[in-house]
């Protein structure tokens, strides 16, 4: 099963400056996930939304980072301002279910890169 | 607290067998997860062990032993395509999201 749509897939900018990037979840699929993936690292999650409520924003660097997935559909996740040690892969993910056990679909990920 | 350790590199050649080992400390067990990624890809499903023992799918086999800490991917008659990362997951402490490896990096050389 193809997995979530993600844009854009690259993006480059400086420090200070802010980024947003944007996913689109299989068609049905109640809980959408972001992962941070540093390059030699495993997924990290960083935040998790059911439907349009945030599950899980444990992880999730407050002070810079926001997400919102209004209509409980396609999600939105902006960096502000931007630091370095952001550079990054960011994944979306979703799955049918709230639950952990349940498989999680991905899309190609946006490769951050912060000069 | 969770940790998953796998090893971080690994080399084969065509039409060989490779086995990539994940242990795992977790306070709660609701399953492990392998997924495959192709470098600068999506990860993908491969497998997903909730009980005890071998579970064979194609080339591809997951063993796991909830006792021991334990799971491996066993990778059978081994092609080119099958080099990527390999990561093993379970779920966080609620039971809510996936909690990942590092990956191994495994290598097909002819």
């Known amino acids: 099963e193809a997995g979530a749509a993600q844009s854009p897939r690259y993006k480059i900018i400086e420090k200070r400056q802010s980024v947003a990037f944007w996913c689109n979840p299989i068609?049905?699929?109640?809980?959408l996930y972001w992962y941070q993936q540093i390059l030699g690292q495993g997924p990290k999650l960083l935040i998790q939304?059911?439907?349009?409520?945030?599950?899980?924003d444990s992880q999730l660097p407050k002070d810079r980072f926001s997400a919102e997935r209004l209509k409980g559909v396609d999600s939105t996740l902006k960096i502000q301002p931007a630091k370095l040690e952001d550079s990054a892969v960011y994944l979306c993910?979703?799955?049918?279910?709230?639950?952990?056990?349940?498989?999680?679909?991905f899309g190609p990920g946006t490769r951050l890169t912060v000069l | 607290g969770q940790n998953i350790d796998q090893p971080t590199e690994m080399t084969a050649t065509e039409g060989a067998i490779v086995q990539i080992n994940c242990t795992y400390q977790?306070?709660?067990?609701?399953?492990l997860f392998w997924y495959q990624q192709h470098a600068g890809e999506a990860p993908t499903f491969l497998s997903y062990?909730?009980?005890?023992g071998l579970e064979e799918k194609g080339r591809f086999s997951s063993f796991l032993s909830r006792s021991k800490g334990y799971s491996y991917l066993l990778l059978k008659e081994l092609q080119m395509k099958d080099s990527a990362s390999y990561l093993c997951?379970?779920?966080?402490?609620?039971?809510?999201?996936?909690?990942f490896g590092k990956g191994t990096t495994l290598s097909v050389s002819s």
């Open positions: 993910a979703s799955s049918l279910l709230a639950s952990g056990s349940d498989t999680q679909y």
């Open positions: 068609s049905g699929h109640a809980t």
């Open positions: 939304f059911q439907n349009n409520g945030v599950v899980d």
């Open positions: 977790t306070s709660g067990f609701n399953g």
């Open positions: 062990n909730v009980l005890d």
């Open positions: 997951a379970v779920p966080n402490q609620a039971g809510t999201a996936l909690i």
